[in-house]
């Protein structure tokens, strides 16, 4: 019985263990169009916990901060202007490997490449209005989250469903 008990706990902390946070943002496209609650529909079917939300208007020094890697290339003008021409709603969500679960769930950053059922499959049509953005690693979410969001604005909580979606 107690060998029984313990096998269960072990399997169910290995799940645990690759509990994780990643960033997801609605660009202004997406805001524009409407496809806001799609996009938070998708997640919250998936099983993903929401633990941080806004509506707003980023600044230039904030977009900076956040495409850092893309502030000397060619197309970072056009980035720039297209990310301050609207409201973004920049999210946290929680979840077992939930950053490469939500890439997949994005699709390819080129939406002419992403798969159908993918939300750039499903929404979106060209490279430079792609709907949504999601961090690519655990310590890129990390960066992202501590940029968009203060740590009081992270809210733990215990989904009642948690139970239903892992072993």
Do not use: C
């Not at 169910?12 to 509990?19: L, P, V, Y």
């Not at 020094?61 to 495409?67: P, Q, V």
């Not at 209005?129 to 009081?152: C, P, Q, Y």
């Amino acid at each position: 019985m107690v060998a029984t008990l313990l096998s269960i706990f072990a399997a169910f902390s290995s799940n645990m263990s690759n509990e994780e946070r990643t960033f997801i943002m609605v660009k202004p496209d997406g805001v524009q169009r409407g496809l806001v609650g799609e996009i938070i529909t998708r997640f919250e079917k998936k099983g993903y916990k929401l633990v941080a939300m806004k509506f707003m208007k980023a600044n230039e020094d904030l977009l900076r901060k956040h495409y850092a890697e893309h502030v000397e290339k060619s197309f970072f003008k056009r980035l720039l202007a297209y990310m301050l021409s609207g409201p973004v709603v920049p999210m946290v969500w929680e979840g077992v490997d939930v950053v490469i679960s939500a890439r997949k769930m994005m699709g390819a950053t080129n939406p002419k490449d992403s798969a159908p059922g993918t939300i750039r499959g499903d929404l979106a049509l060209d490279m430079g209005r792609n709907v949504i953005h999601g961090s690519d690693a655990v310590e890129t979410a990390k960066t992202e989250m501590g940029l968009w969001f203060t740590d009081k604005e992270l809210v733990s909580h215990d989904a009642a469903l948690h139970s239903w979606l892992y072993e």
